[in-house]
């Protein structure tokens, strides 16, 4: 069954050889117009440095990433990838650029506008310290804002991102600490009020009440002042973080190529040869549906294996090909044809007029007569 459809199959195309590639040339030449009428792109492209820690982060050891088998490149790689496909970091970019007047018109010019960011903005490795942002636009002012804003909102995601703790560390022990400073002086102004009414006196040693709560009220001054001091200890230290935050954030990203504007637009080679692949790719569809059409509705019988198949039937003889078979040269049709056999005088004249009476007699009847 399979050899009959692939004979089938073959038959089908070699019938209408020219004919089927008819759909693959059409769309070549398509390609060809398509690629040639198609508006040119502008790149605009930007590189970012990206180190492990700063000199602040590696001498206050405040905040410790610990340990990853991923560069810092690969970590803020996935990071812009990633931070890509939310709509939050795209709104926030856009607002660095011309797009934004788009944002303005709607719910589907704002879609729109943001799929087009998307689509336009992409982020590499090209080292182990090294991210090129790479911005792609028909307008070359519009691909350099979208290089420097995705550049920018990243930036300013992480420096954000880190001092989020910090901040909430801060506003936490800010309610904290006048709460602790009032505690404290509470304590102590009790300590002054006690010793301004029970002095020391002149002779002897205070009464062990008078020690007792003397020594009461001095714990709980210590304990205010211990809790103040740690409170106090803490908010210097969110305060550090959150400026070592920012420097991790200001020396660890480092803008090394800010994106230009582009002056000439870019044919990328591999755009082209994906564009000519998609033509491509449909012609020979088109031409392999036409041939498995053919072959489906062709339903005479062009070999012998189909009448086996469909009849159940022996095949006897076939009718040969003449097209295939080679013309014969003179010399050997004389050959091969019979010549007539030499016949007495007499015979011949005995022939002539059974002959030519047999002109009009049928096809039979001249036999006998020639006989």
């Given at each position: 069954?399979?050899?009959?459809?692939?004979?089938?199959?073959?038959?089908?195309?070699?019938?209408?050889?020219?004919?089927?590639?008819?759909?693959?040339?059409?769309?070549?030449?398509?390609?060809?117009?398509?690629?040639?009428?198609?508006?040119?792109?502008?790149?605009?492209?930007?590189?970012?440095?990206?180190?492990?820690?700063?000199?602040?982060?590696?001498?206050?050891?405040?905040?410790?990433?610990?340990?990853?088998?991923?560069?810092?490149?690969?970590?803020?790689?996935?990071?812009?990838?990633?931070?890509?496909?939310?709509?939050?970091?795209?709104?926030?970019?856009?607002?660095?650029?011309?797009?934004?007047?788009?944002?303005?018109?709607?719910?589907?010019?704002?879609?729109?506008?943001?799929?087009?960011?998307?689509?336009?903005?992409?982020?590499?490795?090209?080292?182990?310290?090294?991210?090129?942002?790479?911005?792609?636009?028909?307008?070359?002012?519009?691909?350099?804002?979208?290089?420097?804003?995705?550049?920018?909102?990243?930036?300013?995601?992480?420096?954000?991102?880190?001092?989020?703790?910090?901040?909430?560390?801060?506003?936490?022990?800010?309610?904290?600490?006048?709460?602790?400073?009032?505690?404290?002086?509470?304590?102590?102004?009790?300590?002054?009020?006690?010793?301004?009414?029970?002095?020391?006196?002149?002779?002897?040693?205070?009464?062990?009440?008078?020690?007792?709560?003397?020594?009461?009220?001095?714990?709980?001054?210590?304990?205010?002042?211990?809790?103040?001091?740690?409170?106090?200890?803490?908010?210097?230290?969110?305060?550090?973080?959150?400026?070592?935050?920012?420097?991790?954030?200001?020396?660890?990203?480092?803008?090394?190529?800010?994106?230009?504007?582009?002056?000439?637009?870019?044919?990328?080679?591999?755009?082209?040869?994906?564009?000519?692949?998609?033509?491509?790719?449909?012609?020979?569809?088109?031409?392999?549906?036409?041939?498995?059409?053919?072959?489906?509705?062709?339903?005479?019988?062009?070999?012998?294996?189909?009448?086996?198949?469909?009849?159940?039937?022996?095949?006897?003889?076939?009718?040969?090909?003449?097209?295939?078979?080679?013309?014969?040269?003179?010399?050997?049709q004389s050959e091969a044809s019979p010549q007539p056999a030499s016949l007495p005088t007499h015979q011949l004249e005995a022939a002539e007029p059974a002959t030519a009476q047999g002109e009009n007699l049928p096809v039979g009847m001249i036999d006998q007569v020639a006989a």
């Amino acid at each position: 069954m399979i050899r009959l459809i692939i004979l089938r199959l073959f038959e089908s195309y070699f019938r209408h050889r020219w004919l089927n590639l008819v759909p693959i040339v059409v769309l070549l030449f398509a390609a060809s117009g398509y690629i040639a009428l198609s508006k040119p792109e502008y790149i605009s492209i930007g590189t970012l440095y990206v180190q492990k820690a700063s000199l602040l982060s590696s001498l206050t050891k405040i905040q410790d990433d610990g340990f990853s088998w991923r560069t810092p490149t690969q970590i803020a790689v996935n990071e812009v990838s990633e931070l890509l496909q939310t709509d939050a970091f795209i709104r926030s970019a856009i607002k660095k650029t011309d797009l934004e007047a788009e944002m303005a018109r709607g719910p589907d010019a704002i879609t729109t506008a943001m799929d087009s960011f998307r689509q336009s903005v992409q982020v590499q490795m090209v080292g182990d310290n090294l991210i090129e942002f790479i911005a792609r636009n028909r307008d070359p002012k519009l691909a350099q804002q979208l290089a420097s804003a995705t550049i920018e909102a990243y930036t300013q995601w992480k420096l954000n991102a880190d001092q989020q703790e910090s901040a909430v560390a801060q506003s936490f022990f800010a309610e904290v600490i006048p709460p602790y400073q009032q505690e404290l002086q509470r304590a102590r102004n009790e300590l002054k009020t006690f010793l301004e009414t029970h002095p020391q006196p002149l002779r002897g040693e205070r009464l062990p009440e008078e020690q007792v709560q003397i020594a009461q009220i001095q714990a709980a001054i210590d304990l205010a002042s211990t809790r103040l001091e740690n409170a106090l200890d803490k908010e210097e230290s969110a305060r550090l973080a959150q400026s070592q935050a920012e420097s991790n954030v200001r020396q660890n990203y480092l803008v090394i190529d800010a994106p230009t504007l582009p002056s000439k637009p870019e044919r990328s080679l591999k755009t082209i040869v994906l564009n000519a692949s998609i033509f491509l790719v449909i012609g020979v569809f088109l031409s392999g549906a036409g041939v498995v059409g053919g072959a489906l509705l062709d339903h005479s019988f062009r070999f012998a294996l189909d009448v086996r198949s469909a009849l159940d039937l022996p095949v006897l003889a076939l009718v040969p090909d003449l097209r295939q078979i080679p013309a014969a040269t003179p010399a050997l049709q004389s050959e091969a044809s019979p010549q007539p056999a030499s016949l007495p005088t007499h015979q011949l004249e005995a022939a002539e007029p059974a002959t030519a009476q047999g002109e009009n007699l049928p096809v039979g009847m001249i036999d006998q007569v020639a006989a």
